[in-house]
Each structure stands twice: as structure tokens, then as C-alpha cells.
T-cell receptor, first 113, second 111 residues
Framework: DTAVSQTPKYLVTQMGNDKSIKCEQN?????MYWYKQDSKKFLKIMFS???????INETVPNRFSPKSPDKAHLNLHINSLELGDSAVYFC????????????FGNGTRLTVT | QKEVEQDPGPLSVPEGAIVSLNCTYS??????FMWYRQYSRKGPELLMY????GNKEDGRFTAQVDKSSKYISLFIRDSQPSDSATYLC???????????FGKGNQVVVIP
């Protein structure tokens, strides 16, 4: 029973394409997140949703658009992919905000060629 | 000054040794302190969670928080090869939506 699952696990695509990553959590948590991890393992917050409402929107190009159809799902759509978008993208959830522990998915490794 | 500083390592130790990891931070409002462990090609998983100052022990793992020095530590006793991973510290302030992560410290336990 995977708590936070994201698909696909690997994504290889060409520059200029549009792609989506899906995330689902079955923990009943209120808050969900998207993080980007670069090659040096640094985790950077991109977006956070609490009960389907956007609460964090970091300085991220507007080619990235999150969507939360319900509180168990948070998807990430990326338009016009660029080489610099290559990274591992992690979805996470927490019971209520960042003061409660985050549960992470296993990541989506995006490679843009 | 970065909000959270963590030496990225790598740190190599022989099996059975004590591993000592630490992070320093600048924001005195931080009250919630976490350590995450991340194996290669996996997501970070919560290892230790501490509120405010003090020590917390869980099996071979001990987390310490010294708010006066703005310094947190993680100790791993009797280290095993299975402890080889990247360890990330993270912290947040009450009512704040942002979790500040360290850069992660890669640990290698040599059999």
C-alpha cells in the first residue's frame, strides 16, 4: 500500500514538449507539495496546496502549472520543456502544513533532451 | 547566510562506528526539526521529528536540538551498511508554510 504514489517514475522527452506528472496520496492528509531536487540533491519547494487551495507558489516559471482536483491528488503540468527542467520531481503530503512530517513519493526522474 | 547549513560530505565510516551529522540555522523562530533519510533513487523518508530543544532517541538514532546555539545533530550508533544514504535536516517555524531543508549529507558505511 503506497502512501504517496507518483507516475511516471521516469520521463524522457524532448525540448519543447508538454508533459504531466501525477500524484496521489491515500493518507488522508490535507496538504500536498511538489519539490524539485537537482543533481546536488538540494530539495526546493515549488508548490503547496492545502485542501485544494494553493498556499505556496515559489518563483517557478509559469510553464509549470499545478492542479489539485481533490485533496488526495496534486498533478504537475509542464509546458515547453527546457533542458534545465531535467531533475527529480517529488510529490509529498503532510497532515496539516509543514509543522507535521512530510511523506514523500519516490520521485519522477525527468530528462529533457 | 543560508537559512540552513549542512555539510554535504561525503562522510565515510567503518561499520560499527558512530556517525555524527549536524546542521546549523539562522532563523530563531524554527521550532520543528526533522531528519530525513534518502536512499538512492528513492524519496526522503522521515527518520526523526523533534519539537523545540532537547534529545530524542529511537533505537540506534539520537536527535539533538540546541536552540541557543541554533544547532541540531543526528547520531547513528553501531552504524550498518544499510545506513548508507543521504541525510537531510529540515526545520520550520510555527504557523509558517515553508520547510527549510539542508543540502543533505551523504553517508557511506563501509563493511
Amino acid at each position: 500500500d503506497t502512501a504517496v504514489s507518483q507516475t511516471p517514475k521516469y520521463l524522457v522527452t524532448q525540448m519543447g514538449n508538454d508533459k504531466s506528472i501525477k500524484c496521489e496520496q491515500n493518507l488522508g492528509h490535507d496538504t500536498m507539495y511538489w519539490y524539485k531536487q537537482d543533481s546536488k540533491k538540494f530539495l526546493k519547494i515549488m508548490f503547496s496546496y492545502n485542501n485544494k487551495e494553493l498556499i505556496i507558489n515559489e518563483t517557478v516559471p509559469n510553464r509549470f502549472s499545478p492542479k489539485s482536483p481533490d485533496k488526495a491528488h496534486l498533478n504537475l503540468h509542464i509546458n515547453s520543456l527546457e533542458l534545465g527542467d531535467s531533475a527529480v520531481y517529488f510529490c509529498a503530503s503532510s497532515q496539516q502544513g509543514v509543522n507535521s512530517p512530510l511523506h514523500f513519493g519516490n520521485g519522477t526522474r525527468l530528462t529533457v533532451t | 547566510q543560508k537559512e540552513v547549513e549542512q555539510d554535504p560530505g561525503p562522510l565515510s565510516v567503518p561499520e560499527g562506528a558512530i556517525v555524527s551529522l549536524n546542521c546549523t540555522y539562522s532563523n530563531s523562530a524554527f521550532q520543528y526539526f526533522m531528519w530525513y533519510r534518502q536512499y538512492s533513487r528513492k524519496g526522503p523518508e522521515l527518520l526523526m521529528y523533534t519539537y523545540s530543544s532537547g534529545n530524542k532517541e529511537d533505537g540506534r538514532f539520537t536527535a539533538q536540538v540546541d536552540k541557543s546555539s541554533k544547532y541540531i545533530s543526528l547520531f547513528i550508533r553501531d552504524s550498518q551498511p544499510s545506513d548508507s544514504a543521504t541525510y537531510l535536516c529540515a526545520m520550520s517555524a510555527k504557523g509558517n508554510n515553508r520547510l527549510a531543508f539542508g543540502k543533505g549529507n551523504q553517508v557511506v558505511v563501509i563493511p
